[in-house]
C-alpha cells in the first residue's frame, strides 16, 4: 500500500537515492550527494516540507513530487522572498521504475496540485521556466531550467494524464568548443568599434537568481563602444559543473543574453557571444549551453550561425484549477 506524507528531515538519503536513479540523463545532474542535494533544493530560504510530498511503500520512499510558487515580474528588490501565489508549478516528479510507476506518478501530480489549491493557486503548471522555476536550477534542466525535457517520459505522460496541456516550449541547445570557430566577416570592424569586458564573480540580476545559482561563479560579459562607452550588448555565464560527472565535460551556461533596441542586427550579440566562446576555450570549458523559446526564430538562427546544436526539447505544461481532477 501506498502513502503520501510531507518531507521529513530525515529524507534527503532517500530522495537523493531517488535523484540518482530516476532523474533524467543528460538534463539533470548526476550523481548527487546527500549535502548537495540538502542544499541545493530542501535547505533552500523558500522551502515548504509541505510542497515535497513523499509517496512510501513499507517505509521506503518510491517517490516524490516537489510544487513551489515563482515571484511577481518583473522580480522586485524591495519584495525580497515574496512569491505570488496565484499561480504555482509541480517543479519535479520522480518514481522508482515499476510496473505501477505511471500510475504513482499520476497521484504524486494529483497530491501536489492539493498543496498548490489549498495555498490559493488557481493556475497550475507542470515543469519549471522562469519565473516558476522555484527549486533545482543549477542541477536541472540546462543552463537556466527549462520544463520537462524529453527524458523525463513519466513526468509528461503524467502531466498528459492529469489534464495539462503545453504551454511553452523550449529548445536547449549546445555548442562543442573542440570545433573551429565559425568566423564572422563583420568581427574585424565590431573589434575597432567596440570591446568586450568581463566582470568576475558578477552579483545575480536580482535575488531570485541569486537563490537559485548563487552558489555557482557568474560572471558578466558586456560589449561596449570604444568613444561613447553605450552599451551594446551584454550577456552572463554561469559555470555548470556539476552538470559534467557522468561524462567528464566541463560546461557553462549562457544566459540573459540582451542587446539594446537601438543597436539590433548589427552583429553586436554575435560577436559578444564569440568572445564569451574564446574565452571559455582558454578556461578549457568543453561545451556552452544556452536555451530560447521554440518559437524565438531569431535567437535560434543566431545560435545555429555560431555553432549551436540543439541537443533536447523540453515542455512547460498547463492547465486551469477547474481542469480534470
Not at 504551454?167 to 573589434?191: H, N
Not at 548589427?266 to 523559446?293: C, D, M, P, W
Amino acid at each position: 500500500m501506498t502513502r503520501f506524507r510531507p518531507f521529513r528531515n530525515s529524507d534527503p538519503p532517500a530522495l537523493t537515492r531517488l535523484w540518482n536513479l530516476s532523474a533524467p540523463r543528460g538534463s539533470a545532474a548526476r550523481a548527487l550527494r546527500v549535502h548537495e542535494l540538502d542544499a541545493h533544493v530542501f535547505g533552500r530560504v523558500l522551502f515548504d516540507p509541505a510542497g515535497l510530498i513523499v509517496a512510501e511503500r513499507e517505509g521506503r520512499i518510491v517517490g516524490y513530487a516537489h510544487a513551489g510558487f515563482g515571484p511577481d515580474v518583473p522580480v522586485a528588490a524591495d519584495r525580497l522572498y515574496q512569491l505570488s501565489h496565484e499561480v504555482g508549478t509541480v517543479a519535479m516528479l520522480l518514481v522508482e521504475p515499476g510496473p505501477d510507476d505511471e500510475a504513482l506518478a499520476v497521484d504524486l501530480l494529483a497530491a501536489a496540485e492539493d498543496y498548490l489549491r489549498a495555498r490559493g493557486a488557481s493556475v497550475f503548471y507542470a515543469g519549471s521556466l522562469f519565473p516558476l522555476n522555484p527549486f533545482y536550477w543549477g542541477i536541472h534542466g540546462g543552463s537556466e531550467g527549462s520544463g520537462i525535457g524529453s527524458g523525463h517520459s513519466v513526468f509528461h505522460r503524467a502531466a498528459i494524464a492529469r489534464g495539462y496541456t503545453p504551454a511553452a516550449t523550449t529548445v536547449l541547445l549546445d555548442l562543442d568548443l573542440a570545433r573551429p570557430e565559425i568566423r564572422d566577416p563583420r568581427t574585424p570592424l565590431i573589434r575597432r568599434q567596440a570591446q568586450a569586458e568581463f566582470v568576475e564573480d558578477a552579483m545575480p540580476s536580482h535575488w531570485w537568481q541569486n537563490l537559485a545559482i548563487g552558489e555557482f561563479p557568474l560572471t558578466d560579459a558586456r560589449l561596449v563602444a570604444r568613444t561613447s562607452g553605450d552599451l551594446l550588448a551584454r550577456a552572463s555565464v554561469w559555470e555548470m559543473r556539476w552538470f559534467g560527472r557522468e561524462d567528464g565535460l566541463i560546461r557553462s551556461g549562457l544566459i540573459d543574453v540582451q542587446v539594446p533596441e537601438a543597436h539590433r542586427r548589427k552583429g553586436y550579440a554575435r560577436f559578444l557571444i564569440g568572445e564569451i566562446l574564446r574565452r571559455a576555450r582558454t578556461n578549457l570549458v568543453h561545451r556552452v549551453e544556452v536555451q530560447t523559446s521554440a518559437e524565438n526564430q531569431p535567437a535560434l538562427a543566431l545560435y545555429s550561425s555560431i555553432g549551436f546544436a540543439p541537443f533536447d526539447q523540453a515542455i512547460l505544461y498547463r492547465k486551469g484549477v477547474t481542469g480534470h481532477s
